[in-house]
């Protein structure tokens, strides 16, 4: 099967997306080879039948699926024989509340972090697009939305407590194996790493060597590619 | 075989231990017999062999066994053909990460809110302990504590936000029928509906409709005629 994945990409092939990260893991967890196609925020009209306004955005087989959840979920029942994302009922619940736990808490709140970092990074005919939404989302200019950083980060850290004492416990999230639910928060590490020169973590963080070893999954997957390391 | 569980009572009878919340719970949801010891605080140390320090303790035949997650994890291997607790490996694992949460991020915030209302809620006997106890855990005199509460609402709400996006597109943290990360988080709703008129979450918030679908299992279990009516 041939499976291609449209994957947001900035300034000198950095691939940046935390939904498209969420995506990438997914295929390599279950074991699927993948082909991305490089694509910037300003070509998403232009995938498929031009009916998509984001990405992750994959074609399996001329079947195609979009966001990243449903394509964890796709991916779940069409490769029954790769290893589970979920680990069953209970496991994909799990998973769907540290979806929503991210989406809601944790990854907003990281991009105030970072946000003229990914401006700065962006493919050059992203950057009037970005300045186009990205301030009326936030309601003010970006500058602002990224000043005093170093006092938030603590606030991103604290809101991150509960994962540091899992993975202080065990090496992952679902215990000695990775799992979607890993996928979703690393996603929007992995993403920031890419843009962005700022640590979100200090080396003697749990979270930190949990990020690692989430790093090191699949040949190195989530580190290969230009970046940054932290 | 019926179960005995030490339930930490207060004035009128009031059944009001989160931990215990969760164990009975999980005796329900196990169809598993259930009669209860109403324990005060100052009567812990005098269950059974008296090394008991907090409670619920449970008795089942011949053992003896404290700690809610070490109860729910006894139920679930000694009652395999019951209706799981959990939903299969993934789903420990996500009860598991909803322990850490509230422990971290929900638990200790309402409980600067209501640890007075508590206190008033306590028979008699118990007062100088959890006065004493309680002023030396939250660095203040427990009157103090709850100042300014009207004004902590909103940080609380907001960091529910995870729970309220997953019970407004479905009925429990479970899905359709509630598992132990239901209990584990609901848990701290139940105290602080026991104990403090303090409203934490209002009707028409998503939270709220759960929280109420809880209350209505099991024949409304977990509902007592003492408990505030929010």
Not at chain 1, 111 to 130: C, G, K, N, R, S
Not at chain 2, 8 to 16: A, E, H, I, Y
Not at chain 2, 111 to 134: C, K, N
Not at chain 2, 151 to 162: C, G, I, S, T
Request: glycine share 8%.
């Amino acid at each position: 099967m041939t499976i291609v994945l449209y994957d947001l990409v900035g300034r000198d092939d950095r691939r940046f997306s935390s939904n498209c990260w969420k995506t990438s893991l997914a295929l390599a967890h279950k074991g699927c080879r993948f082909e991305t196609v490089p694509t910037k925020f300003t070509e998403i009209p232009s995938i498929g039948d031009g009916s998509y306004s984001t990405v992750p955005v994959v074609e399996f087989d001329g079947i195609w699926v979009d966001d990243s959840w449903a394509i964890a979920e796709h991916l779940e029942e069409s490769c029954p024989d790769g290893p589970s994302l979920f680990g069953g009922a209970g496991g994909r619940e799990y998973a769907r509340y540290v979806q929503r736990w991210c989406e809601s808490r944790i990854h907003p709140l990281m991009m105030t972090l970072i946000i003229l970092d990914i401006q700065a990074h962006l493919a050059p005919e992203d950057v009037e697009y970005f300045n186009g939404t990205r301030p009326q989302r936030f309601g003010r200019p970006l500058e602002e939305v990224q000043s005093g950083r170093d006092e938030r980060v603590i606030e991103y850290r604290d809101r991150l407590e509960p994962l540091r004492r899992v993975v202080a416990a065990q090496p992952f999230m679902c215990g000695s194996e990775p799992s979607y639910a890993d996928h979703i928060v690393m996603g929007s590490i992995i993403g920031a790493r890419r843009m962005s020169s700022y640590p979100l973590f200090v080396s003697d963080d749990p979270i930190y060597d949990w990020m690692h070893r989430c790093l090191d999954l699949y040949d190195g997957l989530g580190q290969r590619g230009v970046g940054y390391n932290w | 075989m019926t179960i005995r569980l030490y339930d930490l009572v207060g004035r009128d009878d009031r059944r009001f231990s989160s931990n215990c919340c969760k164990t009975l719970y999980a005796l329900a949801h196990k169809g598993l017999a259930c009669e209860t010891v109403p324990t005060r605080f100052t009567d812990i140390s005098s269950i059974g062999d008296g090394s008991f320090s907090t409670i619920p303790v449970i008795e089942d035949g011949d053992t003896r066994l404290g700690d809610s997650w070490e109860i729910a994890m006894y139920l679930e291997a000694t009652y395999p053909d019951a209706p799981s607790l959990f939903g299969g490996a993934a789903g420990i694992e996500y009860a598991r990460f909803i322990a850490r949460w509230v422990e971290t991020r929900t638990h200790p915030l309402v409980m600067t809110m209501i640890v007075h209302d508590i206190y008033e809620g306590l028979d008699p006997a118990d007062q100088p302990y959890f006065w004493e106890s309680r002023t030396k855990r939250l660095g203040r005199p427990i009157d103090e504590v709850p100042v300014g509460r009207e004004d902590r609402l909103p940080e609380l709400r907001a960091r529910l936000e995870p729970i309220r996006r997953i019970v407004a597109d479905q009925l429990f943290l479970g899905g359709t029928s509630p598992i132990y990360a239901d209990y584990v988080a609901m848990a701290s709703f139940i105290w602080a509906r026991k104990t403090s008129p303090f409203a934490l979450v209002d009707a028409g918030d998503p939270v709220h409709a759960w929280m109420h679908r809880c209350l209505d299992l099991y024949g409304g279990l977990l509902r007592q005629d003492t408990d505030y009516d929010w």
